[in-house]
């Protein structure tokens, strides 16, 4: 696990960036945290290091939207709308994660995924555009998150 203090933003947007950077075909990546804690922003972040060009807004009433046009194709799910666990297995988040990097916002609705995945969990701090984010890695992601430091 690692705890990362977020000052502003563009820290976020710098985080998700660097996670980007190592994304591979195959990622699932979970993000928790309340309403307004960052995590569409992060998504925008790690969409315009991957090279998306279309503008990533949140998918809370389609609940899935695929990007192609970045290095690796990005689907970006949203859970919040859905309240019922076998309406989440209905949507077969599983069927696209092989196909590119998967990013799930409010994930902790869900059952649960398989891992591996990395859990991204955000949380307000103290000053307005502060943010605490907290990563918990599983797989090959504990090797490729090393550059965050010291693990707690
Ligand atoms: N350090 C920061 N990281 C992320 N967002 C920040 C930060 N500081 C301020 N913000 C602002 O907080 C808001 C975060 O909204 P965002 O839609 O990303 O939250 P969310 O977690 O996706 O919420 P929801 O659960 O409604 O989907 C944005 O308006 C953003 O500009
Ligand atoms: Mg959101």
């Known amino acids: 696990m ?3 203090h977020l000052e ?3 820290d976020t947007h710098a985080l ?3 996670l980007a950077r190592v994304a591979r075909r195959g990622d699932l990546m979970l993000l928790n945290g309340g309403i307004g804690s960052g995590k ?3 998504v925008q972040g790690f969409a315009a290091a991957l090279g998306v060009r279309e503008h990533v807004t949140s998918p809370s009433f389609v609940v899935h939207t695929m ?3 970045g290095r690796l194709p990005m689907s970006h799910f949203d859970l919040y709308r859905l309240e019922d666990p076998s309406s989440i297995a209905q949507l077969g988040i599983e069927e696209y994660v092989d196909d590119g990097v998967t990013l799930i916002e409010w994930a902790e609705r869900s059952g649960g995924f398989a891992p591996p ?3 991204i969990s955000l949380d307000l701090g103290a000053g307005d555009d502060e943010r605490i984010a907290t990563i918990a890695a599983t797989g090959t992601w504990c090797e490729r998150l090393d550059w965050l430091g010291e693990a707690s």
């Open 8 to 10: 502003s933003l563009e």
């Open 67 to 69: 990007y192609e046009s």
């Open 40 to 42: 569409t922003a992060f």
């Open 2 to 4: 690692w705890t990362l």
């Open 16 to 18: 998700a960036a660097d």
């Open 117 to 119: 995945h990395v859990t």
